[in-house]
């Protein structure tokens, strides 16, 4: 399978900040289509203008390597990184689709991001990042270097139809394994669970047990968006293949919403029973703090782990302040940290101790109990 070879202007994509579900401060798309051709992918809807045939008009950013060796370059960096990793995957294309063993721009990136001494985060369905392998290892002892596979099923016929030019789950699983053997921390995205198909309790609570096997880090279970348009015509004719009678479903789920995201009850009901089997696994919900970057900015850890705090107080049933206090750390002075008792004055001292540790780099035990096992939890002590 060929590609349209261009010329981008820029590559790094920079974010705000540093966001709570990838711990990424920055990203890129090398690639745009991809063969892997999940009947779900959001990279088909028209916002994204990729144009031709999705899974088979592949095109790829030739210069994507000299553009983010001149991006990376310190000289040019205006304002201090936040210093989450960069991210390669998600969007609107694997960074490691079958064409990447020709074109190498995934690798010559990564090796880019080594080499200015950045983290990478790797979010693909590949199992081409085995080539990898050793440069990650390296980047991994230094704390640079996380890989997320995604899922949307555990079962290989089921992944055959809705995923046809991705590598079968079972052998993603394999992949997982192997770099944990290795000493590359990583964990599944499992994401988007298809209403009907894939979001049982039964097949939620699989991939947490096969996830605890493997030793994984963590299993971030989320549901799937639809935005009317090519996305969702193309979904719903692979549906149709599936399992015609699930369609009545999907025209409750899926009316009309500029997010594409489920309403009704029935959203509600497979968001429950989804946290419900999350709730009850040991296995952080978020990528946990033990795998951020080492060169985070204070702040934006702190940030980012009051984010997820308050993601899993929510899935717990439990009450909290996380958000509030996300955004009383957001707007803590900058540098002094002399200067922060003052500018926490108004917390109560749960609260005020609770953000002090998080930016002293500690790791409280009321965030690995939310993240982690939800059995017995109280409410939050910030509640
Ligand atoms: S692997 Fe990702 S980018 Fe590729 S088709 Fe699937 S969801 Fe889309």
């Known amino acids: 399978m060929g590609a349209t070879e261009t010329t981008a202007k820029t590559i790094l994509r920079k ?10 401060s920055a990203g890129m798309n090398l690639y745009r289509g991809c063969p892997h051709n999940c009947a779900y992918c959001d990279g088909r809807d028209e916002r994204y203008r990729v144009e ?27 304002k201090p990184s936040p210093g989450g990793f960069m991210l390669l ?6 960074s490691y689709m079958p064409i990447e063993e020709h074109y190498r721009v995934t690798r010559r990136a990564l090796e880019l991001l080594d080499r200015f001494g950045h983290a990478v985060h790797i979010l693909t369905k590949s199992t081409l990042v085995v080539r990898d392998v050793p440069l990650l290892v390296k980047m991994a002892r230094e704390g640079r270097a996380l890989l997320s596979m995604s899922f949307s099923t555990l079962d290989d016929d089921v992944a055959a139809l809705f995923e046809p ?21 990583a964990g599944i995205f499992l994401m988007p669970l298809i209403p009907g198909v894939s979001d049982s309790e039964e097949a939620v609570a699989a991939v947490f047990e096969r996830a605890g096997a ?4 963590y299993v971030i ?14 979904f719903l004719g692979v549906l149709d293949r599936f399992d ?12 009309e919403n500029r997010w594409g995201a489920p309403q009704g009850e029935g959203a509600r009901a497979s968001e429950n029973r989804v946290n419900r089997v999350a709730a009850a696994s040991a ?39 996380y958000r509030e206090l996300e955004k009383v750390t957001a707007a803590l002075p900058e540098g002094l940290f002399m200067t922060l008792d003052g500018a926490l004055d108004a917390l109560k001292k749960t609260e005020r101790d609770l953000i002090l540790a998080l930016l002293d780099g500690a790791t409280p035990p009321e965030y690995s109990r939310l993240l982690g096992e939800g059995p017995g939890l109280d409410k939050g002590i910030v509640g």
Request: proline content about 11%.
């Open 15 to 24: 974010h705000k900040g540093v966001d709570s579900w990838f711990v990424s």
């Open 52 to 78: 031709g045939v999705f899974e088979r008009d592949l095109v790829v950013k030739v210069n994507a390597p000299e553009l983010l060796a001149r991006e990376l370059e310190p000289r040019r960096r205006r």
């Open 165 to 185: 030019g991705a590598p079968p789950p079972s052998a993603r699983l394999e992949i997982l394994g192997r770099l944990r053997a290795e000493g590359i921390p």
């Open 283 to 321: 296995i952080p919900k978020r990528i946990p703090a033990a795998c951020f970057p080492p060169a985070m900015d204070p702040r934006w850890r702190a940030r980012v782990m009051l984010s997820q705090m308050d993601d899993m107080s929510r899935l717990h049933g439990l009450g909290g302040r």
């Open 214 to 217: 493997l030793g994984l880090e």
């Open 244 to 255: 015609p009678s699930l369609r009545p479903l999907y025209e409750r789920l899926y009316t």
């Open 221 to 234: 279970p989320a549901g799937m968006t639809l935005k009317g348009g090519r996305q969702r015509d193309h």
């Open 89 to 94: 995957g998600g969007g609107v294309g694997d």
